[in-house]
């Protein structure tokens, strides 16, 4: 029999028994929506950890120290010998030599420092932090109220809410003001003349190499400098990893670089070092994803200094989100399998319903391998019909749940969220799924219809 | 067409020849339906052989049988037995289905197989909205619409009161006639068997009791 033929006696036979054949595909479609609803979750779940975390800027960055001054990090200690051999300075040389890696964004020191600024003629006392470019995407700047830097040597602040809330009752009007930072700026002894004169191609943003040469030792001057205030934040974004949230006024990187704002660390510095070239204690780098972590990473320790970073965590974190899946995956299989005994039991009933039919069809010349297929074909329309309403039906569980959650998230004055997600692989892979399920939960069925005797067959009543 | 020679279980030999209209009669359980459903290659004997067209159904595949049943044979029923859901249309049409038949041929064929059951009138009616001689004649159709070399008929009158009974059988007559097709039916009513048949063979307890006696 051809497959058309074969299909609209199939579907015939679907609607003359069309309560019993419906409520075995809503069987079915219950079955694969709650294995859609249980993966759309889990996979949602995922994405929006996916999305947070890498949000956070903390899973797409390297943290490069020289090794002499390495803390460890819960990595195995290297013996302090080797270290002393291998370590390098991170300078300005290593700085542009890792910003030339491929897939890295930006690399940025980390400056902060705690300082006084004036504001409506009062002092207060503040932690200041520079705020790389990139950080314009974090999750950090989501809500913010205002503008994030319109250039990355605006001479732009922005406002931690809590120190907002100590320079102002009302916050928001602080946007569009003025304060004025005031610092100590680390200014270079007259040097010694240079015998060389390699620094000279410098970029003039950032003299500081020319000026110190091998001078061993800089003065303190006291500065001033107004920013304008151009927005508020409510949560700190994290600059570095040994600095979650530790500036309240926020001014561009490129602008906190040229300050040349005495930090704490420059004292031991100046005694380590013989040269008083401007030195990084770390570098944060910024890496396009965090798939490309990982060689950014083994390139950076090839140059000699010392990195890390938290793909560890983001790898097992993915493993949990795999095996949490695949619960999902167990319970959403169960009820399918439940749902595919009723496949066979709706079939096993057909038989004996439709034995003298199909005693007929073979008497008038129905193969066995026709009568099979018929009953292949019956289970599979029913597989094809309860995938399709059994995903509609899963997304719409998703849907509620995601409804459900953010009403309550709104409640609380939280974000809302993509609680499932039902990308197209799910969707097709589903309504497979069911129909392979059903065409296998037709293989009993079918091949005893189609081993019926006719003779018999046709003697039943 | 070629000789259409039957051996049956019970040492029957049968000879039926092209274009012959054969009545096969007896009691209940002689074996009569069972030698018709050996003929139709539903059923296989343990032993002996059935030749049809040349060709031995006991060696037949299921496959080859069912080829067998689909093109060679057609087949009535005392119990009519169309299917209960179809129309008149439907029904007649499931043999083209089976055989592959192409969809733009069918109409044609199936209407030609109404019209010699003079039955065009009811195309599109259910066998429950149409009288016993004319579920009858739509089997009939059904199993003409194939162009079958051999009609077997088991019983075909069983169902019906006289003078419908009556009238299927001249149809049977005249379907042996007009398409020279050989037609076997088991009855058990000698006198119109003798009346319209060629020849009348008769069973009983399994056995041949004769064969070709018009009584």
Redesign the interface.
């Known amino acids: 029999m051809k497959t058309r033929d074969l299909t609209e006696l199939a579907a015939r036979n679907l609607r003359e028994a069309l309560l019993r054949n419906s409520l075995t595909t809503l069987g079915i479609a219950v079955g694969v929506a709650s294995l859609v609803a249980m993966l759309s979750l889990g996979v949602g779940l995922q994405e929006l950890a996916n999305k947070k975390l890498s949000k956070s800027g903390l899973f797409d960055a390297v943290f490069v120290s020289s090794r002499a001054n390495q803390r460890g990090f819960g990595r195995p200690a290297q013996s302090e010998t080797a270290t002393r051999e291998a370590a390098k300075i991170l300078d300005d040389e290593a700085r542009q030599k890792i910003a030339a890696l491929p897939n890295v964004v930006e690399v940025y020191p980390e400056i902060r420092f705690p300082t006084e600024i004036q504001f409506e003629g009062k002092p207060y006392s503040t932690t200041v932090a520079g705020i790389p470019p990139s950080a314009k995407t974090e999750g950090a700047f989501d809500g913010m109220k205002g503008n994030f830097f319109s250039s990355p040597d605006a001479g732009e602040a922005i406002l931690q809410i809590e120190f907002a809330k100590d320079l102002s009752n009302q916050p928001d009007s602080l946007i569009g003001k003025n304060l004025v930072l005031r610092y100590a700026e680390r200014q270079a002894l007259p040097a010694e003349p240079s015998p060389k004169k390699s620094d000279a191609g410098k970029p003039p943003a950032n003299p500081t190499d020319e000026v110190t040469g091998q001078s061993p030792g800089f003065s303190i001057v006291p500065r001033e400098k107004t920013f304008h205030i151009i927005g508020i934040v409510e949560t700190e974004p994290a600059t570095s990893v040994g600095s979650f949230g530790r500036g309240r006024l926020l001014i561009p990187m490129q602008v906190a670089e040229i300050l040349r704002v005495a930090q704490a660390n420059d004292l031991r510095g100046l005694l380590r070092r013989s040269s008083s070239k401007q030195t990084y204690d770390s570098l944060t780098v910024r890496v396009k994803s965090p798939s490309q972590v990982k060689s950014v990473e083994d390139a950076i320790q090839r140059m000699g200094y010392g990195t890390f970073s938290l793909l560890d965590a983001t790898k097992s974190l993915r493993l949990v989100f795999a095996v949490f899946d695949l619960f999902l995956g167990i319970f959403g299989s169960l009820a399918l399998a439940v749902a595919s005994l009723g496949i066979v039991n709706t079939l096993v009933m057909a038989i004996l319903e439709r034995r003298r039919e199909i005693g007929i069809l073979k008497a008038l010349g129905a193969a066995d391998r026709d009568i099979r297929r018929l009953f292949f074909a019956e289970a599979g329309v029913m597989g094809l019909l309860g995938g399709i309403f059994g995903v509609t039906l899963g997304w719409l569980i998703g849907t509620a749940l995601t409804f459900g959650t953010n009403v309550y998230l709104h409640k609380r004055d939280l974000p809302p969220i993509d609680l499932s997600s039902v990308p197209w692989w799910m969707v097709a892979s589903a309504i497979a799924f069911s129909i392979v399920v059903s065409l296998a939960a037709g293989i009993y069925p079918a091949s005893r219809a189609a081993k019926l005797n006719p003779v018999e067959a046709l003697r039943y009543e | 067409m070629g000789d259409a020679l039957v051996h049956a279980v019970d040492d029957v030999t049968v000879a039926i020849r092209p274009k012959e209209f054969v009545a096969l009669l007896g009691s209940s359980g002689s074996g009569k339906s069972t030698l018709l ?1 050996l003929m ?1 290659g ?2 296989r004997p343990t032993s002996g052989a059935i030749f049809a067209q040349g060709r031995n159904l006991a060696e037949m595949s ?2 080859d049988l ?2 067998h ?3 060679t044979i057609g ?1 009535v ?1 005392q119990a009519f ?1 169309l ?1 209960p ?2 129309t008149l249309e439907e029904n007649v049409e ?2 083209l ?4 038949v192409d ?1 733009d041929e069918r109409p044609s064929r199936v209407r030609e197989a109404v019209e010699r059951v003079r039955l065009s009138a009811r195309l599109t009616h259910r066998p429950s909205e149409l009288s016993g001689g004319e579920q009858q004649r739509a089997a009939l159709a ?1 199993a003409l619409v ?1 162009r079958p070399t051999i009609l077997l008929a088991d019983e075909p009158t069983g169902n019906l009161d006289s003078a419908t009974g009556e009238a299927i059988l001249h149809l049977l007559q005249e379907i042996n006639e007009s398409l020279g097709m050989t037609i076997v039916m088991v009855t058990h009513d000698r006198d119109r068997a003798a009346r319209y048949a060629h020849r009348i063979v008769t069973m009983g307890d399994g056995k041949l009791l004769s064969d070709g006696n018009k009584i």
């Open positions: 459903n139709a539903l059923d299921s496959e069912a080829q049943r689909n093109h087949m029923f037995n299917l859901r179809m499931l043999p289905r089976l055989a592959e969809r059904r194939n």
